[in-house]
């Protein structure tokens, strides 16, 4: 289950902070760690989007929450067992049924608590990534001091494990959330995007594919949002 804040404060200071640091981070992909053969750290989008920025192509920054993080958060909330007892009992061909318990199912993903450990590295790449490069001024020292710390808007997008096959397609099944600022907005936004893995049609879609629900992972990436200059189809 989820600890408690003074737990988890307790148990953060008996371990080896300067060790700690130096280990590799679970939760919490930069793009420059990630590369086309990221499916199951990043999912599709994001191995994908990695593979765009590690060829200098202009993605605008961003840090991917790991699939290993959406399945931690699950298990920590004590969800895993609860939403697999849930799944088997749905009758993919009752629509009124599916879409009730899919619904549930999102719910209690999304109200879950957040282990403070995950939020605390989300929160804390999310700080990074609100910190302007130089690049991004064209004014002086006191306009970048007053915006350095300000949080700053971005895309969270679903990035599934499950990456499209010659007999499957998984795109466009999962949510993405767009123009999201702050700390507490950018939680709940991360934990609608792990709950869309089980709406009606992504549920309905895995059964009648074959591909057991349990195997499904998400990872979100959460990425810089840009002004545009121009758009086009």
């Not at 920025?53 to 790991?66: E, G, L």
């Not at 004590?78 to 899919?102: C, F, P, R």
């Not at 690049?135 to 020292?141: I, K, L, S, Y």
């Not at 679903?158 to 795109?171: E, I, R």
Request: charged residues 30%; negative net charge.
């Amino acid at each position: 289950m989820t600890k408690t804040y003074a737990e988890y404060l307790v148990e953060k200071f008996q371990k080896n902070e300067s060790k700690k640091e130096k280990e590799e981070n679970k939760f919490i992909k930069w793009l420059d760690e990630l590369s086309k053969e990221s499916l199951f750290v990043a999912g599709g989008k994001g191995a994908n989007l990695a593979e765009l920025y590690n060829i200098k192509m202009p993605v605008p920054r961003a840090f991917v929450v790991t699939a290993e993080a959406y399945t931690y958060f699950l298990t920590e909330a004590g969800l895993v067992e609860k939403i697999n007892a849930m799944l088997k009992a749905i009758d993919i061909d009752n629509t009124e049924q599916l879409e009730k318990e899919a619904k549930k199912i999102q719910k209690i993903v999304a109200e879950a608590e957040m282990p403070y450990e995950l939020k605390h590295d989300i929160l804390e790449a999310y700080e990074i990534l609100s910190t302007p490069e130089v690049a991004d001024f064209q004014g002086d020292a006191l306009a970048i001091m007053k915006t350095a710390y300000e949080p700053c808007f971005v895309a969270v997008r679903s990035s599934a494990t499950t990456g499209d096959l010659a007999t499957a397609s998984f795109a466009g099944q999962q949510e993405t959330f767009l123009n999201v600022k702050g700390t507490k907005e950018l939680i709940e936004a991360i934990k609608k995007c792990f709950a869309s893995l089980f709406t009606a049609r992504a549920i309905y879609y895995r059964e009648k594919r074959g591909f057991a629900h349990e195997t499904a992972k998400l990872a979100a990436i959460v990425q810089r949002m840009v002004n545009s200059e121009k758009s086009g189809v």
